[in-house]
Each structure stands twice: as structure tokens, then as C-alpha cells.
């Protein structure tokens, strides 16, 4: 019988014949009493951090953080598109109006005199750019003009900051009052001449997209200097 068991072989632990249960390996032991297991600690498997179960770690990104150059944390909330295209639309039906009443009311008339001959009401054909430079390049302002538009409508997607959407909302309604004059007036498409008319003493005469233009890009220089970029970040250096 003894021989016959040293032949066949005995199972290596005990009960492997009887109840099919493997026992556990030294390194599947259960954590010694008073030991802070996984779950307690609140730490995954993945080693996120203390307090989540999942192993996951907090979410960082551009908003409710700071830059570590210096800058101001990036604001929340709705993008200032609609303030954008308000100002645009209204500079650029103010300055649609105004042509139309000065090419009805006062082409080919004598100017008006607003503040003696210190400002006047002139309507004056310009088929260079703003206050009447540069006339021998009417197709390449044309472009420039075209150029503007779709740049600001592509800085228009980050657009967090409300000083930066007036100050684009004027560039873009001056840039398309200047842009339909040369597109839809004499002598042909994209050659335009723009109608300007307010003439102050010893200027040039310009018209009200001229004006907003102007504005527009004096206020881009001034939040720049303060160091405000268009998507509501504060550079503080």
C-alpha cells in the first residue's frame, strides 16, 4: 500500500481532493489587523489621489486654475460674440444711414457748416483708404478690408473679454462700411470710391467707419498695454 502510494503521488496541500479550493499565495493574503486597506485610504489601484475610489485625479485645465507665468486665471462664462456683432451692426448701419443721407441731401451741393469753418458736412468721393490716403490702391484696400473681417470673425471663437468685443465689434462695422462702398459704388466692384464727409479744418475729410476704425484700434492698443488678451487673460508682468 505504501509502495502504491509513493508511485501514484499524494495531493502537495491538504484538502486538494476534497473540497477543490486552492489556497491563497502569500502575496493574495488579506492586510494584517489595524492595516488601512485600498479601500479605506480612498486610494485607486492606479495611484490617484487620496479620496477618490476611482483611482482618478482632479481635473485641472485652463478655467478655475492658475498660469503658472504670471497670469490671471482665465474667466468663465459666455463668449462676447453677441456684443461683438451688436456693435458691428450698429456701427455699420450708423455709417450706412449717414452715407445715404449725404449722397441724397448733399452731393453736388454746397457744404454745411457745422462749427463755422472749423468742421463742415462735405461729401467727397475717396477711392483711397481711410481720410484719403494711398488713391492709386483701391483693389489692394479692398482686400486688406476683406482680410480684417475674417480675422476678427476667427478670434470671435475665444472671445471671453468685453472691452476686446467692442473694440473689434467697431474694427469690423468700420471694415464692412468701408468694404460695400467698394464693392457696390462707381466706378466697379472692388474699386469703389467711399463717401466721406465729415471735413474738420486742416484734416483730412473721413466718414463715420473711418471714425470706428479709429476707436476700434485705439482701443486695442490701450488693453494691450494693460496686458488684457481677447480670451479674458490678464498679464500681470
Same mark, same amino acid.
Given at each position: ?21 486552492? #489556497? ?26 487620496? @479620496?477618490?475610489?476611482?483611482? #482618478? ?22 463668449? #462676447?460674440?453677441? =456684443? ?49 490716403? @494711398? ?12 482680410? =480684417? ?23 469690423? @462695422? ?7 462702398? #467698394? ?30 476704425? =479709429? ?23
Amino acid at each position: 500500500m505504501a509502495e502504491a502510494e509513493r508511485i501514484i503521488g499524494t495531493p502537495d496541500t491538504p484538502g486538494a481532493a476534497g473540497d477543490g479550493q486552492r #489556497r491563497p499565495d502569500a502575496d493574495e493574503a488579506p492586510a494584517a489587523a489595524g492595516e488601512p486597506t485600498a479601500e479605506a485610504t480612498g486610494t485607486g489601484a492606479e495611484g490617484g489621489e487620496p @479620496g477618490d475610489p476611482a483611482g #482618478r485625479a482632479a481635473p485641472d485645465g485652463p478655467e478655475g486654475a492658475d498660469v503658472a507665468d504670471g497670469t490671471a486665471e482665465r474667466p468663465r462664462g459666455k463668449r #462676447r460674440i453677441a =456684443v461683438l456683432f451688436a456693435v458691428a451692426g450698429f456701427a455699420y448701419a450708423l455709417d450706412l444711414i449717414s452715407k445715404m443721407i449725404v449722397v441724397a441731401e448733399l452731393e453736388h451741393h454746397e457744404p454745411i457748416e457745422i462749427i463755422g469753418d472749423w468742421l463742415k458736412f462735405e461729401a467727397i468721393r475717396n477711392a483711397g483708404a481711410a481720410f484719403g490716403f @494711398g488713391e492709386a490702391f483701391t483693389v489692394i484696400f479692398t482686400a486688406i478690408a476683406a482680410v =480684417v473681417i475674417v480675422v476678427i470673425a476667427r478670434l470671435a471663437r475665444k472671445l471671453y473679454s468685453l472691452p476686446w468685443a467692442i473694440a473689434l465689434g467697431l474694427l469690423l @462695422g468700420g471694415a464692412l462700411g468701408n468694404l460695400t462702398d #467698394r464693392i457696390f459704388r462707381s466706378p466697379g466692384v472692388f474699386e469703389g470710391a467711399v463717401v466721406d464727409f465729415i471735413a474738420p479744418k486742416h484734416f483730412a475729410v473721413f466718414n463715420l467707419a473711418d471714425s470706428a476704425i =479709429v476707436c476700434g484700434g485705439i482701443l486695442i492698443v490701450l488693453l494691450s498695454f494693460r496686458g488684457l488678451d481677447p480670451d479674458g487673460t490678464v498679464h500681470k508682468d
